[in-house]
């Protein structure tokens, strides 16, 4: 069972940055391929970002390609999600998810899923 909590949202102007955690208790982080999704008011859940175990490969969506970083501390356990010249489209609640198997873009593949953290963009 792998638990995920995510921190960091908050309330940014337009342009500004935020920068996203997402940790998790055991000894097994490193197997899992991790992700973030987010989801906006009256929309579907999106796909945001995924790394692979060893944090050597990224995969973005196109709405934030160049504007959002995604990387892990295996030793740390932990997943972070920098995000850079935020705008007010970026509003949503931000989900990390986690799965065995390889990384997908679709947010019924993966297994484990946080509660989500807030973030408001301003403009």
């Known amino acids: 069972q792998v638990q995920l909590v995510e921190s960091g949202g908050g309330l940014v102007q337009a342009g500004g940055s935020l920068r996203l955690s997402c940790t998790t208790s055991g000894r097994t982080f490193s197997q899992y391929y991790m992700a973030w999704f987010r989801r906006a008011p009256g929309k579907e859940r999106e796909f945001v970002t995924a790394i692979n175990r060893s944090g050597g490969s990224t995969y973005y969506g196109d709405s934030v390609k160049g504007r959002f970083t995604i990387s892990r501390d295996n030793a740390k356990n932990a997943v972070f999600l920098q995000m850079n010249n935020l705008k007010a489209e970026d509003t949503a609640v931000y989900y990390c998810?986690?799965?065995?198997?390889?990384?997908?873009?679709?947010?019924?593949?993966?297994?484990?899923w946080g509660q989500g953290t807030q973030v408001t963009v301003s403009s």
């Open positions: 998810a986690a799965r065995i198997s390889s990384y997908s873009l679709v947010a019924g593949d993966y297994r484990y």
